[in-house]
């Protein structure tokens, strides 16, 4: 496996003083706008906040409450949204899928730069369409920190047992089926 997946981690103990360049930023957000999308729509946009700035500000305000303790010490937030096609079952499930991938790349663009990305659900989307005017043609789905990660001696004590928690995966076995579901595919050669 590559090194940027096998050390990709969402962590939450940010250095809360560290900064991110634009250049960084852009080059993060440039990973998600280049991410394969279905049938060429590109749905996926973008709002996009700096610490420090109002679009920050704002996006901190949408975090519930398990990540309003630790967000907030992110260099950077990144509201993602998608289409919205309530009558478009299809379009509506690969405009989510579309997210996903974006989301995937963004990660490790900045895993590539030195910084560390955390996906998050927990924030109120509601509360980011009012607050960003997002289009009803649109919906956020997903909030992305990103950071440099703190020393363990900066971290609060939970934020820190978390963070140091092995980071683990269901076998192989478990999630990759041949023949018939729940026949685990093997890596070994064909007799």
């Given at each position: 496996m590559h090194e940027l997946i096998e050390g990709r981690w969402s962590a939450r103990g940010y250095d809360a003083t560290a900064e991110i360049s634009v250049d960084d930023l852009t080059s993060v957000l440039d990973a998600g706008r280049w991410a394969p999308?279905?049938?060429?729509?590109?749905?996926v946009r973008f709002v996009v906040g700096r610490r420090a700035d109002d679009t920050f500000a704002g996006?901190?305000?949408t975090l519930t409450r398990g990540n309003a303790g630790w967000a907030p010490a992110s260099a950077a937030l990144i509201l993602v949204c998608t289409a919205a096609e309530p009558d478009d079952e299809?379009?509506?499930?690969?405009?989510?899928?579309?997210?996903?991938?974006?989301?995937?790349?963004m990660i490790l663009q900045a895993n590539s730069i030195g910084f560390n990305a955390h996906p998050m659900a927990g924030f109120d989307a509601e509360?980011?369409?009012?607050?960003?005017?997002?289009?009803?043609?649109?919906?956020?789905?997903?909030?992305l920190g990103l950071g440099a990660v703190a020393a363990p001696e900066q971290?609060?004590?939970?934020?820190?047992?978390?963070?140091?928690?092995?980071?683990?995966?269901?076998?192989?076995?478990?999630?990759?089926?041949?023949?018939?579901?729940?026949?685990?595919?093997?890596?070994?050669?064909?007799?």
């Open positions: 999308t279905w049938g060429r729509v590109q749905p996006l901190t305000e299809k379009a509506r499930t690969y405009a989510a899928v579309d997210v996903g991938l974006a989301v995937s790349q509360k980011a369409v009012r607050r960003f005017a997002i289009p009803e043609d649109r919906r956020p789905l997903v909030l971290v609060a004590s939970d934020i820190r047992e978390r963070d140091e928690r092995p980071r683990t995966r269901l076998p192989l076995d478990e999630v990759a089926f041949a023949d018939t579901w729940g026949h685990p595919f093997t890596s070994s050669p064909h007799p």
